[in-house]
């Protein structure tokens, strides 16, 4: 028998949880032809069986199987679908029917608050999912305390209400879980144990308020995972510019740990915003967000009007540095600190070294040292 695929949040259902009879016919080494007259639904079988043949078809190699089994669960009736769900035990199979029915609320809850359901599997969910099922997700401690792992997608997650975020991060800190490789966790953690103040707007926006901010700063999440939400009102009216300065509006209310989870998940715009935030704990939020792009490392590399400590956090990732752009924005940064600037310069073309040791923008120090490496060469070539 083939090994079962692998799929980020567990295995997929072995060819042993289907009825015996029909499991050659159902292999991965079987026909495609075959699988694909399988998937559409047709097979004479018992509701609970079609939907368990139809959720291992929805995980098969092929493509096409997967679409075809997929929709055809889809566009079962509830009423059929809904009680053998929730009759499922096998953990693999959950997996399976929370993949499928990720976007159907009512399924969602229930498969998510299935005890059987794997902790990785409602990780997954919670990281994908909409607003009211990470509500259902974040209201079940005893899960979220035994897999931090769903507190971190649900943080994530910019569906998800700040006050559910909120009351686990609450909870998280209590609790002493173990979340600091949590991109921002640390400066929320600040925050609730009150090494860090936030008494400015220590309430922050409502709710609403924060989700329509959400709405607007994270288009391209809503891209890759499509929106599960009606538009927001007047929404279809407002320009780039307008939504751009409502939401800077929105963002100037904002208590410090809005501010923290927007840098975590907004986009580019909205990053650009908040790099500029006078916390500086907003500030380095921007710069640990797991969605910030290289070329938005750059461009804050060569800011001018970035602290440099912001700038010291730039160049001490090797990551980053490693793309040549980078490297120089920051030697013609005057704000970069010295010694990484004397290191980079070293590795700058002739052409960018000649225009360093011209340019009135960089630190005169390392302009200077750029003029004496250009002579130096220069002496090298005539002996």
């Not at 809904?82 to 229930?110: C, K, M, W, Y």
């Not at 994908?128 to 931090?148: E, F, K, Q, W």
């Not at 752009?325 to 013609?332: I, M, N, Q, S, W």
Request: aromatic letters at 4%.
């Amino acid at each position: 028998m083939a090994e079962p695929m692998q799929y980020v949040s567990g295995t997929a259902m072995a060819l042993s949880e289907l009825p015996e009879r029909i499991q050659p016919y159902l292999a991965p080494t079987s026909p495609v032809a075959t699988r694909l007259r399988a998937a559409a639904g047709t097979l004479p079988l018992p509701p609970d069986q079609l939907i368990t043949v139809l959720l291992f078809l929805s995980q098969d190699s092929d493509e096409l199987v997967q679409k075809k089994a997929t929709a055809a669960l889809l566009e079962m009736p509830a009423d059929l679908t809904q009680p053998v769900l929730a009759h499922l035990t096998s953990p693999a199979g959950l997996d399976a029917a929370v993949r499928v029915f990720r976007r159907n609320d009512e399924i969602a809850i229930e498969l998510g608050s299935n005890p059987r359901t794997a902790d990785d599997t409602v990780r997954w969910l919670a990281g994908t999912a909409s607003a009211n099922v990470c509500d259902a997700i974040g209201r079940n401690h005893v899960r979220a305390l035994r897999t931090p792992a769903i507190v971190e997608a649900l943080w994530l997650n910019p569906k998800a209400s700040q006050g559910v975020v909120q009351g686990l991060l609450e909870l998280a800190v209590r609790q002493n879980l173990p979340l600091e490789h949590i991109a921002g966790f640390r400066e929320v953690k600040a925050i609730l144990s009150g090494e860090e103040k936030d008494a400015e707007h220590e309430k922050g926006l409502s709710d609403i308020e924060f989700s329509l901010a959400m709405a607007w700063a994270t288009q391209s999440y809503e891209r890759e995972y499509g929106s599960t939400t009606q538009p927001l009102p007047g929404d279809n009216h407002k320009t780039e510019d307008d939504k751009t300065s409502t939401l800077q509006t929105l963002i100037s209310k904002m208590s410090v740990s809005q501010k923290v989870r927007l840098a975590m998940v907004g986009d580019a715009n909205v990053r650009k915003l908040l790099i500029r935030d006078p916390k500086k704990l907003v500030a380095l939020a921007v710069l640990r967000s797991p969605r910030i792009s290289e070329g938005e490392v750059t461009n804050f590399a060569g800011n001018k009007s970035l602290s440099e400590e912001l700038l010291t956090v730039i160049c001490r990732n090797r990551n980053w540095v490693k793309d040549y752009a980078t490297r120089k924005a920051l030697v013609f940064n005057p704000k970069t600190p010295i010694t990484f600037a004397m290191t980079f310069l070293r590795q700058l073309s002739p052409k960018d070294l000649k225009d360093a040791s011209g340019s009135r923008d960089v630190n005169q120090t390392v302009a200077r040292t750029a003029k004496r490496m250009i002579a130096d060469k220069a002496d090298k070539h005539k002996s």
